[in-house]
């Protein structure tokens, strides 16, 4: 039986947000219409000074910092509903050997950021996205799943109880990893009888550093039609290590796999979609149920077309990639970067790479939103500090 120790715990309160005492700065903003420069008044609160974690900012990459608190919810048969979620302090947990989640992979995981904005104060980027995306997986996993309302709250209470773990403004983000698991002990194959809800978090910065070199795989495949390549089940992962691993020992950033009917369209990364820019037209493979369907990935649509750019969610050929100009993938981890070349049976194609491209365009439209320098039309942000 899965058990976690449970200590009683208080949330710092809240910093007070004190009356508006000066005009705020004016600051420009990229237009997301036209792309025109505008003017941004944001809201210039004073806040109490920001407590941070002992962490060395400017040498963080994306790998697990432990921080102060995870957030823990349980299901049960009996109850048929989640329990009301506690914060206890981050840790180990314990669960019965024969649980769900160790013996037949019955478990799902989501990723999304907290950012630090200028006056200190800390913003979700898109976490109902997250909640629905997890839900929709669940359904194929035959898990109960908390609702909109509960995993949002999860999350918040998780970046609230670390927020000293949530990076300076500009120097990275805190990384929050909910996860979903069938806990209930089962030697047979079926679904779990208890499940376990748990969301922690770790301060990261870049998931890659400098533009991606890929790899087409055309021999090993990350998903095939009819099974979970279109939900985040934890089982998705490590089937693509050993291409990934093959990759890297020859001096790859990522792999990029090839859909495993016709083996001549592509499909996504180890962790990140894809794109081609050719003229006026992105385009990017149809998230149909081989391919996750990315919140970032569904960002970056919505606003290249604000901008005017025609979006085409198809199939894409291989052959495509010999003739885009610029190509780009995209996730929670790597947020947007830009692919500096793909090789594909011994041929090596290169991008139009640099601060010019229409990827970096996107990539600070996106960012500016997630860290408060560029006004939220989309509604994308939920401040909680």
Not at 154 to 165: D, P, S
Not at 287 to 295: F, Q, Y
Request: hydrophobic share 40%; net charge positive.
């Amino acid at each position: 039986m899965f058990r976690v120790g449970i200590c009683a715990t208080k949330l710092n309160e809240l910093s007070r947000i004190e009356a508006l005492v000066s005009k705020p700065k004016r600051r420009c903003w990229a237009g997301l219409v036209t792309g025109a420069m505008e003017t941004y008044e944001p809201r210039n609160y004073r806040r109490e000074k920001a407590e941070y974690a002992n962490v060395n900012w400017d040498e963080l990459g994306f790998a697990l910092t432990k921080t102060d608190y995870m957030y823990v919810m349980n299901w049960s048969k009996e109850q048929e509903k989640f329990s009301q979620g506690i914060l206890t302090r981050f840790g180990n947990i314990e669960m019965c050997p024969s649980s769900g989640i160790l013996n037949y992979g019955q478990g799902l995981f989501e990723g999304l950021k907290a950012y630090r904005k200028e006056d200190e104060g800390i913003l979700l980027f898109r976490p109902v996205e997250n909640a629905l995306r997890m839900k929709i997986g669940a359904d194929r996993m035959c898990m109960p799943s908390t609702t909109i309302e509960q995993f949002v709250d999860a999350v918040k209470k998780t970046v609230l109880a670390n927020k000293r773990w949530v990076p300076p403004h500009g120097r990275g983000a805190l990384y929050i990893r909910p996860l979903l698991m069938g806990t209930g002990p089962n030697l047979g194959v079926k679904p779990a009888s208890e499940y376990t809800f748990v969301a922690y978090a770790s301060p990261v910065g870049n998931y890659h550093e400098g533009g991606l070199n890929l790899i087409v795989e055309d021999n090993l495949y990350r998903a095939t039609p009819g099974g979970t390549g279109g939900v985040k089940a934890v089982a998705n992962y490590s089937p693509i290590y050993r291409a990934l691993t093959q990759a890297k020992a020859k001096g790859f950033s990522d792999v990029l796999f090839l859909d495993a009917l016709t083996r001549r369209n592509i499909e996504e990364g180890s962790a990140c979609n894809i794109f081609i820019l050719k003229g006026n037209v992105i385009s990017t493979p149809t998230a149909h149920g081989t391919i996750l369907p990315g919140i970032t990935r569904k960002s970056i649509i919505e606003i290249a077309l604000t901008f005017g750019y025609q979006v085409e969610e198809r199939p894409v050929p291989i052959e495509e990639v010999f003739d885009a100009e610029e190509v780009f993938c995209t996730g929670t981890a790597m947020v947007l970067k830009s692919v500096a070349s793909i090789t594909y049976q011994g041929k090596r194609i290169k991008y139009k790479m640099g601060a010019e491209t229409v990827a970096q365009k996107l990539y600070g439209t996106l960012t500016g939103i997630q860290t408060g320098l560029i006004e939220d039309k989309m509604g994308w942000t939920i401040e909680i500090d």
